[in-house]
Protein backbone atom coordinates (compact mmCIF):
# COMPACT_ATOMS: atom_id res chain seq x y z
CA UNK A 1 0.00 0.00 0.00
CA UNK A 2 1.47 3.38 -0.77
CA UNK A 3 1.02 6.41 1.24
CA UNK A 4 1.13 10.26 0.18
CA UNK A 5 2.29 13.04 2.07
CA UNK A 6 2.35 16.79 0.77
CA UNK A 7 5.00 19.10 2.06
CA UNK A 8 5.80 22.43 1.11
CA UNK A 9 8.82 23.89 2.31
CA UNK A 10 9.07 27.59 1.97
CA UNK A 11 12.04 30.25 2.88
CA UNK A 12 15.19 28.21 3.29
CA UNK A 13 16.09 31.68 4.93
CA UNK A 14 19.88 31.13 5.86
CA UNK A 15 20.79 29.24 2.30
CA UNK A 16 18.29 32.00 -0.01
CA UNK A 17 20.92 34.84 2.03
CA UNK A 18 23.96 32.55 1.19
CA UNK A 19 22.65 32.74 -2.77
CA UNK A 20 21.74 36.59 -2.97
CA UNK A 21 25.07 37.14 -1.32
CA UNK A 22 27.29 35.39 -3.58
CA UNK A 23 24.79 35.73 -6.62
CA UNK A 24 24.33 32.36 -7.33
CA UNK A 25 21.03 30.40 -8.31
CA UNK A 26 20.13 27.47 -6.59
CA UNK A 27 20.28 24.63 -9.33
CA UNK A 28 19.32 21.23 -7.72
CA UNK A 29 17.73 19.81 -4.71
CA UNK A 30 16.80 16.68 -3.03
CA UNK A 31 15.27 14.84 -0.41
CA UNK A 32 15.16 11.74 1.69
CA UNK A 33 13.27 9.77 4.38
CA UNK A 34 15.16 9.03 7.34
CA UNK A 35 18.72 8.00 6.92
CA UNK A 36 21.24 10.30 4.97
CA UNK A 37 22.46 8.44 1.59
CA UNK A 38 25.03 10.94 1.36
CA UNK A 39 25.02 14.47 -0.49
CA UNK A 40 23.45 14.58 -4.06
CA UNK A 41 22.47 10.61 -3.46
CA UNK A 42 18.67 12.05 -2.31
CA UNK A 43 15.72 11.71 -4.58
CA UNK A 44 16.06 14.83 -6.74
CA UNK A 45 13.03 17.67 -6.98
CA UNK A 46 11.98 19.12 -10.07
CA UNK A 47 12.82 23.05 -9.57
CA UNK A 48 13.50 26.51 -12.03
CA UNK A 49 17.25 27.88 -11.38
CA UNK A 50 16.79 31.08 -9.44
CA UNK A 51 18.25 32.71 -5.61
CA UNK A 52 15.67 31.73 -4.09
CA UNK A 53 13.15 28.94 -4.90
CA UNK A 54 10.23 27.31 -3.08
CA UNK A 55 9.55 24.01 -3.20
CA UNK A 56 6.17 22.03 -3.00
CA UNK A 57 5.77 18.28 -4.08
CA UNK A 58 3.87 15.50 -3.47
CA UNK A 59 5.76 12.42 -2.11
CA UNK A 60 5.33 8.43 -3.02
CA UNK A 61 6.20 7.70 0.32
CA UNK A 62 8.48 3.69 0.68
CA UNK A 63 6.89 0.96 2.64
CA UNK A 64 7.57 2.04 6.00
CA UNK A 65 6.89 1.00 9.62
CA UNK A 66 4.06 2.13 11.87
CA UNK A 67 5.84 5.31 14.28
CA UNK A 68 7.64 8.99 13.34
CA UNK A 69 9.87 9.16 10.17
CA UNK A 70 11.72 12.30 9.05
CA UNK A 71 11.47 14.07 6.11
CA UNK A 72 14.36 15.86 4.59
CA UNK A 73 14.96 19.05 1.75
CA UNK A 74 18.37 20.20 0.94
CA UNK A 75 19.65 22.24 -2.29
CA UNK A 76 22.65 22.71 -3.96
CA UNK A 77 23.64 26.03 -5.77
CA UNK A 78 25.64 26.43 -9.11
CA UNK A 79 28.88 26.39 -7.31
CA UNK A 80 28.58 23.13 -5.66
CA UNK A 81 27.72 24.86 -1.79
CA UNK A 82 24.82 23.05 -0.21
CA UNK A 83 22.23 24.63 1.95
CA UNK A 84 21.00 23.79 5.60
CA UNK A 85 18.78 21.04 5.89
CA UNK A 86 14.96 21.78 6.19
CA UNK A 87 13.04 18.85 8.09
CA UNK A 88 9.97 17.74 8.81
CA UNK A 89 8.84 14.84 10.53
CA UNK A 90 5.61 12.86 10.21
CA UNK A 91 3.62 9.52 11.50
CA UNK A 92 2.34 6.47 9.21
CA UNK A 93 -0.04 3.94 10.40
CA UNK A 94 -0.40 0.92 8.88
CA UNK A 95 -3.56 -0.83 9.30
CA UNK A 96 -4.38 -3.77 10.78
CA UNK A 97 -6.83 -6.80 9.28
CA UNK A 98 -9.99 -5.65 10.48
CA UNK A 99 -12.18 -7.79 12.58
CA UNK A 100 -15.00 -6.43 11.85
CA UNK A 101 -16.42 -8.04 9.02
CA UNK A 102 -18.36 -11.48 9.54
CA UNK A 103 -18.46 -13.79 7.25
CA UNK A 104 -19.98 -16.95 8.73
CA UNK A 105 -23.69 -17.44 10.58
CA UNK A 106 -25.74 -20.11 12.39
CA UNK A 107 -28.41 -20.68 13.99
CA UNK A 108 -29.59 -23.57 16.78
CA UNK A 109 -32.88 -24.12 18.47
CA UNK A 110 -32.25 -25.14 22.83
CA UNK A 111 -29.07 -25.98 23.96
CA UNK A 112 -25.74 -24.49 22.38
CA UNK A 113 -24.68 -27.33 20.25
CA UNK A 114 -20.51 -25.84 20.42
CA UNK A 115 -18.97 -23.34 18.54
CA UNK A 116 -19.00 -23.77 14.61
CA UNK A 117 -21.79 -26.98 15.12
CA UNK A 118 -25.10 -24.47 14.64
CA UNK A 119 -27.02 -24.81 11.33
CA UNK A 120 -25.21 -22.54 8.72
CA UNK A 121 -27.09 -19.51 7.06
CA UNK A 122 -25.59 -17.57 3.90
CA UNK A 123 -24.15 -14.94 4.66
CA UNK A 124 -21.39 -12.25 2.31
CA UNK A 125 -18.90 -10.10 3.69
CA UNK A 126 -21.18 -6.82 5.20
CA UNK A 127 -24.47 -7.78 4.48
CA UNK A 128 -27.54 -8.42 6.16
CA UNK A 129 -29.78 -11.72 6.68
CA UNK A 130 -32.96 -12.48 6.57
CA UNK A 131 -33.76 -15.29 9.26
CA UNK A 132 -35.89 -17.61 8.96
CA UNK A 133 -38.13 -18.97 6.16
CA UNK A 134 -38.27 -22.55 7.02
CA UNK A 135 -36.87 -23.76 10.75
CA UNK A 136 -37.43 -27.60 12.32
CA UNK A 137 -39.15 -27.16 15.47
CA UNK A 138 -38.03 -30.20 17.69
CA UNK A 139 -41.50 -30.00 19.76
CA UNK A 140 -44.44 -27.95 20.58
CA UNK A 141 -43.93 -25.82 23.47
CA UNK A 142 -41.32 -23.00 24.34
CA UNK A 143 -38.25 -23.01 22.55
CA UNK A 144 -35.29 -20.54 21.89
CA UNK A 145 -33.33 -19.33 18.91
CA UNK A 146 -30.30 -18.27 19.01
CA UNK A 147 -27.91 -16.84 16.51
CA UNK A 148 -24.11 -15.66 16.66
CA UNK A 149 -21.15 -14.51 13.76
CA UNK A 150 -17.56 -15.25 13.14
CA UNK A 151 -15.31 -12.86 12.51
CA UNK A 152 -12.51 -13.11 9.59
CA UNK A 153 -9.88 -13.46 12.43
CA UNK A 154 -12.17 -16.15 13.71
CA UNK A 155 -13.81 -15.10 16.63
CA UNK A 156 -17.41 -15.48 17.34
CA UNK A 157 -20.04 -13.24 18.97
CA UNK A 158 -22.11 -13.47 21.67
CA UNK A 159 -24.89 -15.73 20.68
CA UNK A 160 -28.68 -13.19 20.18
CA UNK A 161 -31.00 -15.57 21.53
CA UNK A 162 -34.87 -14.82 21.29
CA UNK A 163 -38.06 -17.15 23.13
CA UNK A 164 -40.90 -18.40 20.89
CA UNK A 165 -43.76 -20.64 21.55
CA UNK A 166 -44.16 -23.15 19.13
CA UNK A 167 -48.27 -24.82 18.54
CA UNK A 168 -48.65 -28.11 17.16
CA UNK A 169 -51.01 -27.38 14.05
CA UNK A 170 -54.73 -28.47 14.35
CA UNK A 171 -57.28 -30.24 11.74
CA UNK A 172 -58.34 -27.54 9.76
CA UNK A 173 -61.99 -27.08 9.71
CA UNK A 174 -62.94 -26.66 5.83
CA UNK A 175 -66.34 -25.88 5.89
CA UNK A 176 -68.80 -22.72 7.23
CA UNK A 177 -71.59 -23.96 9.07
CA UNK A 178 -73.34 -21.00 10.07
CA UNK A 179 -74.01 -16.90 10.29
CA UNK A 180 -74.35 -15.17 13.68
CA UNK A 181 -75.03 -11.96 14.53
CA UNK A 182 -75.87 -9.17 17.35
CA UNK A 183 -76.73 -5.16 17.51
CA UNK A 184 -74.66 -3.26 20.09
CA UNK A 185 -72.49 -5.76 21.37
CA UNK A 186 -75.23 -7.79 23.06
CA UNK A 187 -74.99 -11.71 22.42
CA UNK A 188 -77.58 -12.01 24.56
CA UNK A 189 -79.96 -11.20 21.12
CA UNK A 190 -78.26 -13.30 18.86
CA UNK A 191 -79.55 -14.76 16.10
CA UNK A 192 -78.24 -17.54 13.97
CA UNK A 193 -78.54 -18.64 10.60
CA UNK A 194 -77.69 -21.83 9.09
CA UNK A 195 -76.16 -21.92 5.93
CA UNK A 196 -74.85 -23.81 3.17
CA UNK A 197 -71.71 -26.07 4.30
CA UNK A 198 -68.89 -24.35 2.19
CA UNK A 199 -65.27 -22.62 2.52
CA UNK A 200 -66.15 -19.25 1.86
CA UNK A 201 -69.47 -18.16 2.54
CA UNK A 202 -71.19 -15.58 0.05
CA UNK A 203 -74.74 -15.20 1.16
CA UNK A 204 -77.50 -11.94 1.07
CA UNK A 205 -79.23 -11.80 4.77
CA UNK A 206 -82.03 -9.58 5.54
CA UNK A 207 -81.70 -8.19 9.00
CA UNK A 208 -85.01 -6.80 11.07
CA UNK A 209 -84.24 -3.54 12.91
CA UNK A 210 -87.69 -3.46 13.83
CA UNK A 211 -86.59 -3.29 17.68
CA UNK A 212 -84.00 -1.07 17.26
CA UNK A 213 -84.55 3.00 18.41
CA UNK A 214 -83.94 5.98 16.03
CA UNK A 215 -79.97 6.19 16.51
CA UNK A 216 -76.23 5.20 15.88
CA UNK A 217 -76.49 1.17 15.58
CA UNK A 218 -73.38 -1.55 15.23
CA UNK A 219 -73.89 -4.28 13.66
CA UNK A 220 -71.92 -7.95 14.66
CA UNK A 221 -71.73 -10.98 12.18
CA UNK A 222 -69.32 -14.14 12.56
CA UNK A 223 -69.02 -17.44 11.14
CA UNK A 224 -69.19 -20.42 12.63
CA UNK A 225 -67.39 -23.49 11.74
CA UNK A 226 -68.04 -27.19 11.55
CA UNK A 227 -66.08 -27.63 14.53
CA UNK A 228 -67.85 -25.19 16.37
CA UNK A 229 -65.35 -22.57 16.45
CA UNK A 230 -66.08 -19.40 15.36
CA UNK A 231 -64.57 -16.19 13.53
CA UNK A 232 -63.62 -12.86 14.87
CA UNK A 233 -66.64 -10.55 14.52
CA UNK A 234 -66.92 -8.49 11.28
CA UNK A 235 -68.18 -4.82 13.04
CA UNK A 236 -70.38 -2.49 10.83
CA UNK A 237 -72.04 0.74 11.99
CA UNK A 238 -75.19 2.36 10.91
CA UNK A 239 -77.15 5.25 11.62
CA UNK A 240 -81.05 4.50 12.00
CA UNK A 241 -83.63 7.38 11.06
CA UNK A 242 -86.90 7.61 11.99
CA UNK A 243 -89.63 7.18 9.02
CA UNK A 244 -91.16 10.20 7.43
CA UNK A 245 -95.01 9.86 5.78
CA UNK A 246 -94.56 10.48 1.87
CA UNK A 247 -96.41 12.81 0.62
CA UNK A 248 -98.56 13.18 -2.47
CA UNK A 249 -100.36 15.54 -5.17
CA UNK A 250 -103.91 15.68 -4.68
CA UNK A 251 -104.89 18.77 -6.38
CA UNK A 252 -103.92 21.56 -9.08
CA UNK A 253 -104.76 24.90 -8.91
CA UNK A 254 -103.88 28.00 -11.26
CA UNK A 255 -103.23 31.21 -9.87
CA UNK A 256 -103.41 35.12 -11.37
CA UNK A 257 -100.61 37.73 -10.74
CA UNK A 258 -99.91 38.11 -7.10
CA UNK A 259 -102.89 35.90 -5.87
CA UNK A 260 -100.77 33.11 -4.96
CA UNK A 261 -101.45 31.78 -1.81
CA UNK A 262 -105.06 33.45 -1.64
CA UNK A 263 -108.26 31.52 -1.75
CA UNK A 264 -109.10 32.45 -5.22
CA UNK A 265 -107.80 30.51 -7.52
CA UNK A 266 -108.63 31.07 -11.21
CA UNK A 267 -109.17 27.37 -12.22
CA UNK A 268 -108.88 24.35 -9.57
CA UNK A 269 -108.56 20.47 -10.25
CA UNK A 270 -108.63 17.78 -8.10
CA UNK A 271 -106.32 14.69 -9.24
CA UNK A 272 -105.78 11.08 -7.75
CA UNK A 273 -102.62 11.48 -5.20
CA UNK A 274 -99.79 10.73 -6.85
CA UNK A 275 -95.86 11.88 -6.37
CA UNK A 276 -95.93 13.11 -9.73
CA UNK A 277 -98.49 15.29 -11.87
CA UNK A 278 -98.45 15.40 -15.78
CA UNK A 279 -101.57 17.01 -18.00
CA UNK A 280 -102.73 19.59 -19.94
CA UNK A 281 -104.63 21.99 -19.10
CA UNK A 282 -106.62 24.82 -20.90
CA UNK A 283 -107.17 28.28 -19.48
CA UNK A 284 -109.78 31.06 -20.25
CA UNK A 285 -108.20 34.47 -19.66
CA UNK A 286 -110.89 37.54 -20.39
CA UNK A 287 -109.78 40.30 -22.53
CA UNK A 288 -110.12 42.79 -19.01
CA UNK A 289 -107.71 40.91 -17.56
CA UNK A 290 -104.98 43.27 -18.63
CA UNK A 291 -100.92 41.86 -18.43
Known amino acids: MKTFIKTT?????????????????IAFCEYYIDNDPGF??????????DTSVIVSAQISLPVLNSGSHRLTLRCR????????????TFSTYIPQPQENQLTEAEYWIGNDPGLGNGTPL???????????????????????L???????????????TRAFQALSPETMASQLVALEYYFDNN???????SVNPATILDTTVRVSTS???VGVHSLSIS?????????????RWSNLNKMQPQDSLSMFAIYLDDTLHVDNPVQKKIIAPATAFNDTLRIKLSPSAGE
Do not use: C, Y
Open 223 to 235: TRNNLGKKSFPEI
Open 77 to 88: DQSGRWSIQQTR
Open 9 to 25: LVGLVLWGNTMLLHAQN
Open 40 to 49: GMGTPLSITP
Open 146 to 160: SVRFRSNLGKWSIPQ
Open 122 to 144: PLTIDSAITLLSNLTIPSAGNNS
Open 211 to 213: ALN
Open 187 to 193: ESIKQTL
